[in-house]
T-cell receptor, first 116, second 113 residues
Framework: DTGVSQNPRHKITKRGQNVTFRCDPISEHNRLYWYRQTLGQGPEFLTYFQNEAQLEKSRLLSDRFSAERPKGSFSTLEIQRTEQGDSAMYLC??????????????FGSGTQLSVL | GNSVTQMEGPVTLSEEAFLTINCTYTATGYPSLFWYVQYPGEGLQLLLKATKADDKGSNKGFEATYRKETTSFHLEKGSVQVSDSAVYFCALSEWGANSKLTFGKGITLSVRP
């Protein structure tokens, strides 16, 4: 068990460019979540997957954002035409996906995005 | 909708002091409640949880009791250590099967030797 891995750790881009982040969850985990965290705030839910199916998307996720989990393993989060307001820490988490409501989420260290 | 409110920070304490971090919530139904901690340079990790009213979660000397009547889940520790310096987040997951979390803003705790 190597934990949840996110790449890159840091990304600096110019406004208008596209960026893509990758998340590798813990291997046996069926659920994968994306959160966004800005300075001084708690993480905000963006979207989650059960295996390869994207089951819920927050209204925070504008049409410039897209997430995929093609084979139910790793996931990517792409932001098109980045804006300065997209600057944040993007967190990925995974969980077993059992029927237990209160199951633990395991978080990665995040990707820090800076849009200049 | 669901929300979590944490007391304003940061908090600075001397080693061995008593710690209380307040957390209240608003939710429909019967949420589960959590405290997550983020140590410097690390990802969020679960500290403790409680799944129903009057449950007490505990771990590493920290405790929190699920109080439905006051919609609260305050975090306490009798004697803090320098190694407890971190950011603490209160969170809830609503009834359902997806375990999605709603977080508070977090509070930074610094413990002086």
């Amino acid at each position: 068990d190597t934990g949840v891995s996110q790449n890159p750790r840091h990304k600096i881009t110019k406004r208008g460019q596209n960026v893509t982040f990758r998340c590798d969850p813990i291997s046996e985990h069926n659920r994968l979540y994306w959160y966004r965290q800005t300075l001084g705030q708690g993480p905000e839910f963006l979207t989650y997957f059960q295996n390869e199916a994207q089951l819920e998307k927050s209204r925070l996720l504008s049409d410039r954002f897209s997430a995929e989990r093609p084979k139910g393993s790793f996931s990517t989060l792409e932001i098109q035409r980045t804006e300065q307001g997209d600057s944040a820490m993007y967190l990925c988490a995974s969980s077993l996906g059992s029927a237990v409501m209160s199951e633990q989420l395991f978080f990665g260290s995040g990707t820090q995005l800076s849009v200049l | 909708g669901n929300s979590v409110t944490q007391m304003e920070g940061p908090v600075t304490l001397s080693e061995e002091a008593f710690l209380t971090i307040n957390c209240t919530y608003t939710a429909t139904g019967y949420p589960s409640l959590f405290w997550y901690v983020q140590y410097p340079g690390e990802g969020l990790q679960l500290l403790l949880k409680a799944t129903k009213a009057d449950d007490k979660g505990s771990n590493k000397g920290f405790e929190a009791t699920y109080r439905k009547e006051t919609t609260s889940f305050h975090l306490e520790k009798g004697s803090v250590q320098v190694s407890d310096s971190a950011v603490y987040f209160c969170a809830l997951s609503e009834w359902g099967a997806n375990s999605k979390l709603t977080f508070g803003k977090g509070i930074t705790l610094s413990v002086r030797p």
